[in-house]
C-alpha cells in the first residue's frame, strides 16, 4: 500500500444531495491573461499569505477548512467550527449523502492535486495542475488544469475565477487582499527542470489575471505578507535561502536577507522570522523598514538535533521541530530564548509514523487547533491506464489545547466531534 502525501509543490466527489447552491457569477472560462511587468491599481488595504497553518489545510476566525479523499479520488470539502467543537462537511443540505455533484462540499477528481485556503470573507479551492501527466488530460481534460474556485464561507455559491494553460502549475502558496488572490504559476513548457516564473494577480470579482515574469529565481514560492508586499523566498544552493519583498503595485523587488548560515523561515505580524537551523538563533526581519532584531536561544545546549526546522510561530513563542535520539519533538523557544522539550505526543494507528510531535494546525483564539491522534485509512484513487490504487488516508481526530497547556505540556485537549 502506498502513503500519500499531498503537499503543494511549492511545498500540492458524490449523488443524492438535492439542488445545488447557485453560482455568484463567472462562467469558468479561460482568464484574460497579460504577461508584462505588473502594474495594479494601488490600494491602501493589506495582504495576506494563506496556508501558512499547516499544508494540510487552512483556518480563518471561526474555523478551519481541509479536504478528506474518498474512494474514486474525489475530495469533500470538511470544516471545524470552532464555535461548536464539530468536524463536518462544509454542507447545509439535508439529507446529503455528500456524494456527488449537487452536493456544495462534494469536488470532482480531476488527475491533479487539491488545496484549500480560508479567509474570513472567501474560501478558495485550488487545483495546482498535472503539466507532466498527459493521461491526467486525456481523461480529464480541461479539469485538469490549474484552476482557482471561490466560495462562500459557508459553502455557498463556488465559482471557478480563473484557469491556466496545460504547461503550469501553482507552486507556491497563495495570498490575497483587496479583492485580488496571488500565486505563483510556474510554465513547464521546456518539460520538467524547466519554467518560467509567473507572479499571477487574479481579480476576484472579474477573474481577470495579469502576471509578472521579471522575477526569476529558483524554486521561488511565497511565504508571507505584510501591507502591500509578498515575501519571496528561493533558493540560493542546497542549503541556502533568499528572501525579498515584491510589491505588488510597483513590481519593485527589494532584498531582505540572504542567509550566510541554513535557516528555517516563517512570517508572522509583519515580520519575517528565520531560525539559523545549526545554530538556534532567531533573526526577526521587521518587513515593511527591514529592521532586524536577534535572540540567541539554547535551543543546542546540551542538545544533538537534526532535521531543525521552525514550524510554528505563536504569541508565546516559536515552536521547532528537531529530531533528538532518532525521536521527533517539539522544542518550545519562549521570547527570552529559553528552550523547553515539549512532552506531548500524538498517537497513531501506524508503527512507521515516527513523526509524532503535537502538530499546530491553526491557533484560534488563546488556543492551539492539534491532533493528538491519527488513524489511517485506504481509499482507492484513479491511476494510469485505468487502474486504481490504494493510498492511505490520514484521518486526524482533532483537539482544543489552550496556549498555555500546549507549552506547560498539560494534555488538557477538548477533542472535536467528527460527524459524517
Given at each position: 500500500m502506498k502513503r500519500l502525501v499531498a503537499i503543494l509543490t511549492a511545498c500540492l466527489l458524490l449523488a443524492g444531495c438535492g439542488a445545488a447552491p447557485a453560482p455568484s457569477g463567472g462562467s469558468g472560462a479561460a482568464a484574460e491573461s497579460e504577461t508584462a511587468q505588473v502594474t495594479l491599481p494601488t490600494a491602501s488595504g493589506g495582504l495576506k499569505a494563506l496556508g501558512q497553518d499547516t499544508?494540510?489545510?487552512?483556518?480563518?476566525?471561526?474555523?478551519?477548512?481541509?479536504l478528506s479523499t474518498l474512494d474514486g479520488g474525489a475530495s469533500l470539502l470538511r470544516y471545524i467550527d470552532y464555535a461548536t467543537g464539530e468536524d463536518l462537511p462544509l454542507c447545509s443540505q439535508p439529507n446529503c449523502s455528500h456524494?456527488?455533484?449537487?452536493?456544495?462540499?462534494?469536488?470532482a477528481y480531476s488527475g491533479t492535486s487539491a488545496n484549500v485556503y480560508a479567509t474570513d470573507e472567501q474560501v478558495f479551492v485550488t487545483f495546482n495542475g498535472s503539466p507532466w501527466d498527459s493521461d491526467a488530460f486525456a481523461e480529464y481534460r480541461e479539469a485538469a488544469l490549474p484552476r482557482v474556485l471561490t466560495l462562500a464561507p459557508d459553502g455557498s455559491g463556488r465559482r471557478e475565477v480563473a484557469r491556466f494553460g496545460a504547461s503550469d502549475a501553482f507552486t507556491s502558496l497563495p495570498a490575497a487582499g483587496d479583492g485580488t488572490f496571488y500565486t505563483i504559476v510556474t510554465d513547464y513548457g521546456e518539460g520538467e527542470g524547466s519554467g518560467e516564473k509567473r507572479i499571477a494577480a487574479i481579480d476576484l470579482a472579474t477573474g481577470k489575471v495579469t502576471t509578472d515574469n521579471s522575477v526569476q529565481r529558483r524554486e521561488m514560492r511565497i511565504v508571507g505578507a505584510a501591507g502591500r508586499e509578498l515575501v519571496l523566498q528561493s533558493v540560493v544552493s542546497d542549503t541556502l535561502n533568499a528572501y525579498a519583498a515584491y510589491n505588488v503595485d510597483s513590481g519593485e523587488l527589494r532584498e531582505l536577507y540572504n542567509s550566510a548560515e541554513p535557516v528555517s523561515a516563517a512570517c508572522r505580524d509583519g515580520a519575517l522570522i528565520l531560525l539559523e537551523t545549526q545554530t538556534g538563533t532567531l533573526r526577526r526581519i521587521q518587513i515593511a523598514t527591514g529592521?532586524?532584531?536577534t535572540l540567541s536561544t539554547d535551543l543546542f545546549s546540551g542538545r544533538s538535533l537534526d532535521f531543525v526546522i521552525l514550524a510554528s510561530v505563536t504569541g508565546a513563542g516559536y515552536v521547532v521541530q528537531a529530531h533528538e535520539d532518532r525521536t521527533a519533538y517539539n522544542f518550545l523557544i519562549d521570547q527570552t530564548g529559553k528552550t523547553t522539550r515539549q512532552e506531548l505526543f500524538a498517537d497513531s494507528t501506524d508503527p512507521r509514523d515516527t513523526m509524532r510531535m503535537l502538530n499546530v494546525f491553526a491557533q484560534p483564539g488563546g488556543d492551539y487547533l492539534v491532533a493528538p491522534s491519527l488513524s489511517y485509512r485506504t481509499v482507492k484513487v484513479p491511476g494510469s491506464g485505468g487502474i486504481s490504487y490504494g493510498i492511505d488516508e490520514p484521518v486526524h481526530a482533532f483537539a482544543l489545547i489552550s496556549e498555555a497547556d500546549f507549552w506547560a505540556s498539560k494534555p488538557n485537549y477538548r477533542p472535536v466531534t467528527r460527524l459524517e
Open positions: 499544508a494540510f489545510g487552512s483556518g480563518n476566525s471561526s474555523g478551519y477548512y481541509y456524494s456527488g455533484e449537487t452536493c456544495p462540499a462534494w469536488f529592521e532586524k532584531t
